[in-house]
Each structure stands twice: as structure tokens, then as C-alpha cells.
């Protein structure tokens, strides 16, 4: 059973184009909600989270957007660059207890155009 | 500080061949996982640890095996390898509790012939 759905699977936008990967949770009891960010032949490494009690959360050119009563939340990339073109995995988890698990999203590839 | 580590970075197993994939951590976490990445899958949970001599099975724990001796090692046993256990795996870290950085190493990639 998949608790977090992510779309598109994959996604090329030009160069300074904005980049949007949609997530879509089933689990209420999730409260933490990070996206990952993976190169070829690397690890994923955290690249921005959020907690429910915000609808937003901004760090430089990405940007989580969260609806709580939709049980959705997305990334945007601003400005999108070449070197943002990677792997972006949504995931989300139950923050209770130190054996809270991370349930990932299935990837998106982005590629981004020069 | 080296981060997560892990060894092999590549291996070719035949069926039925047993393996330990080797993960270590230099930052002194007490949580360990084990995922496998699939394409069209994400990233799905093996096992973990939330301290030495303390393991639990994720999602997707048949056909491997973990120990926790110590803080930083968290080794992963393929006891008979199949053709399913073709996969990326990634070893990963973490402070336990809280909303802690989840640190992943750079993965192994196994194929089973």
C-alpha cells in the first residue's frame, strides 16, 4: 500500500522555468514532511522539510506547499537551473517515538534545459 | 567526518549466493536503516535500528538479515540472493526522535544473475 503518491514520474522544464512535483498523502497521523534530493550515483540528502502547523515553508529558490485538509503538498523550484536536474523524492512520517519512519514517494526525475 | 559509508559500491552475486553489505556511521546516531531503491518505487525501508543490539523489520525485510554490535555498523545480510534483490541499497542515519536530518550514504548497487 502506498501512503504517499508523488507525480509527475518524470519532468523537463527549461531554464528559468518553475519545476512543481505534487505529493498526496494518506495517513492523518504524518507530521513531518521533508523532500529529498538525489544526483546520479549519490544518496538522497535533505533538501527542504515542513511541519502542518504552516502552508509554507521557503529556502532560497525551492519552496514546500502544504494543505492540510487536502492532505497534499508540493515542491516548487524557482528560477529552475541545470544543476537542479535530479531525483526529488517527497516522504512523510509520524514524528512520535525515535522509531519514526520515513515513507518516500515513488521519484521524480527533473531535467532541466539549458 | 566521513558521514555514512558504505562498502561495496558495486557487486554481481549469482542466485543463491549469500553477501554482507557493509554500512558504517562516524556521527554517533543511534538510528540505522536499510532501503532498497527500486525504479517507480521510491525508497523502501529494510530494517532498522534504534540502538546497539536493537533491530526491527520495515516494510520490505524478507530474505535479509541485520545485527547492531556497535554505534556505527549496520551491516546487511543477503542470505541467499535472488533475482528480486537486484536493487540500489542505501544505508541511512539519523539522531533518533525529533524532526533530525536523515543522512544516506552513497549506496551499493547489487545485481543477482
Known amino acids: 500500500q502506498q501512503q504517499v503518491k508523488q507525480s509527475p514520474q518524470s519532468l523537463i522544464v527549461q531554464k528559468g522555468g518553475i519545476s512543481i512535483i505534487n505529493c498526496a498523502y494518506e495517513?492523518?497521523?504524518?507530521?513531518?514532511f521533508p523532500w529529498y534530493q538525489q544526483f546520479p550515483g549519490k544518496g538522497p540528502a535533505l533538501l527542504i522539510a515542513?511541519?502542518?502547523?504552516?502552508s509554507e515553508k521557503k529556502e532560497g529558490r525551492f519552496t514546500i506547499s502544504f494543505n492540510k485538509s487536502a492532505k497534499q503538498f508540493s515542491l516548487h523550484i524557482m528560477d529552475s537551473q541545470p544543476g537542479d536536474s535530479a531525483t526529488y523524492f517527497c516522504a512523510a512520517s509520524n514524528l512520535g517515538g525515535s522509531a519514526r519512519q520515513l515513507t518516500f514517494g515513488s521519484g521524480t526525475q527533473l531535467t532541466v534545459l539549458p | 567526518n566521513a558521514g555514512v559509508t558504505q562498502t561495496p559500491k558495486f557487486q554481481v552475486l549469482k542466485t543463491g549466493q549469500s553477501m554482507t553489505l557493509q554500512c558504517a556511521q562516524d556521527m554517533n546516531h543511534e538510528y540505522m536503516s536499510w532501503y532498497r531503491q527500486d525504479p517507480g518505487m521510491g525508497l523502501r525501508l529494510i530494517h532498522y535500528?534504534?540502538?546497539?543490539?536493537?533491530?526491527d523489520q520495515g516494510e520490505v525485510p524478507n530474505g535479509y538479515n541485520v545485527s547492531r554490535s556497535t554505534t556505527e555498523d549496520f551491516p546487511l545480510r543477503l542470505l541467499s540472493a535472488a533475482p528480486s534483490q537486484t536493487s540500489v541499497y542505501f544505508c541511512a542515519s539519523r539522531v533518533a526522535g525529533g524532526t533530525d536530518t536523515q543522512y544516506f550514504g552513497p549506496g551499493t548497487r547489487l545485481t543477482v544473475l
Open positions: 515542513i511541519r502542518p502547523d504552516v
Open positions: 495517513n492523518t497521523a504524518f507530521d513531518y
Open positions: 535500528s534504534v540502538g546497539a543490539g536493537i533491530t
